[in-house]
């Protein structure tokens, strides 16, 4: 993982705080944006349904942006479509 050791703790309480709410997402992996270092990508299975999506997306963007002005780490939240 790239995250430091913060990052790490607030990616965590992060996806527990979304897992309450959206059971079905899991962590796939956290990765470092290629077009800036200091940005973190958190990728996460996605909902099946488009309407918690969307709904998952808004809350996770409210996430991070709390995130970056508390602590000034950029993060996204990427759900991913998981093809089985």
Known sequence: MIA??????????????????????????????????????????????EDRKLELRELAAEKCTDILCDYGYHMLVMPIMMVS
């Open 4 to 49: 430091n050791f913060k990052q790490e703790e607030l990616i965590e309480i992060m996806i527990q705080s979304l897992k309450e709410k959206y059971p079905e997402i899991n962590l796939i992996e956290i990765t470092e944006s290629p077009e800036n270092p200091n940005t973190l990508w958190i990728k996460i299975t996605s909902p099946k349904d």
